[in-house]
């Protein structure tokens, strides 16, 4: 046993409630690449991209002018193809368990919702593919049709850049690159949280991206931090207090460690089986869906033939895709 857990786990029992502060460590067991671990993560893997720095794919002055390197990289990590980690359910238990304050998560990959973890309960200050803008004229759109237009691409291209409807401006998913604000909902719920947190868990971040980076030494020094990451890290190297638990390993391990020591193991298989069943059953769905839509679009299609005069085969192509958008 990890004596250093110890705190963390007595906070637990006695029914204190959890803040987390999570970044993408938490999420390279679901096949994720962070973004500052030298070899494996993404920022040292950009070479292909020719960037003048690797933070620029998420750069919205650099986005302006090449919106290509993002949108491949959109393309690879884009939420549908990812499983939640051992962490993610972790985090739904303690919700489960009404242990749950806020997650505050760095990450854009939705693991979080995925895992089944309450919206109202996460707030994600770097964004999500949720939602779509222009970055022109700021006119939504839908994710549908973003996926629609990636999907269309031309001659040397490896993904389609989604254009506005409206002003023919790039759009893009709302993550919140550097050089633009962080949402508002970041703002206005860490400023009712800030002074509420009893125990802070900080896991899988470099704390290197502010104003993110700045969370953990901005709560009371009433309250337990605890960091769960492969390094220390930000105000727990720069300014440990004496009552932080550093637990320096794989989160997975370490989230592994905790729930052992509660007795929750059956508890946490259970989540990971049933969002398994769930998975399943939404895939089943979708696959429904579809064969549905491709009959529609195949009646459409015998309808135009059958009653419209004869259109060039350029007309009828643009038709067929707007009805199926
Ligand atoms: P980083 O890549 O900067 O940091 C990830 C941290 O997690 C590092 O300290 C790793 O050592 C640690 N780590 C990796 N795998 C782990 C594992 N399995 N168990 C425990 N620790 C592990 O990622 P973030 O801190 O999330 O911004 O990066 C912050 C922001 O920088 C991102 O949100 C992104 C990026 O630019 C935007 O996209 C706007
Ligand atoms: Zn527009």
Known sequence: MDKNLKPLVSAIQSGKKITFFLGAGISTSAGIPDFRTPGTGLYSNLAKFNL???????????????????????????????????????????????????????????????????????????????????????????????????????????????????????????????????????????????????????????????????????????????LINQESVGDFKASRRKTDVLALDDCDTIAKEIVKLLGWESELEELSIKAEEKEEDEKEEEKEEEVKEKEAKEEDEKYDSGTKQKESTDDLSKDISKLTI
């Open 52 to 226: 003048p720095f690797p933070e620029a794919v998420f750069d919205i002055d650099y986005f302006r002018e090449h919106p290509t390197a993002f949108y491949i990289l959109a393309d690879e990590l884009y939420p549908g193809k990812f499983k939640p980690t051992l962490f993610h359910f972790f985090v739904k238990l303690l919700e489960n368990k009404n242990l749950l304050h806020r997650v505050y998560t760095q990450n854009i990959d939705t693991l979080e919702r995925i895992a089944g973890v309450n919206d109202n309960l996460i707030v994600e200050v770097h964004g999500s593919f949720a939602k779509n803008h222009c970055i022109d004229c700021e006119k939504e759109m839908s994710t549908s049709e973003l996926k629609a237009q990636m999907k269309k691409v031309s001659e040397n291209e490896k993904v389609g850049i989604p254009k506005c409807l409206h002003c023919k401006g790039y759009v893009k998913p709302d993550i919140t690159f550097f050089g633009e604000g962080l949402p508002q909902r970041f703002f206005e719920l860490w400023e009712e949280d800030s002074d509420d947190v009893e125990v802070a868990v900080v896991a899988g971040t470099s704390l290197s991206v502010y104003p993110f980076a700045s969370l953990p030494a901005e709560v009371s020094k009433k309250a337990l931090r605890v």
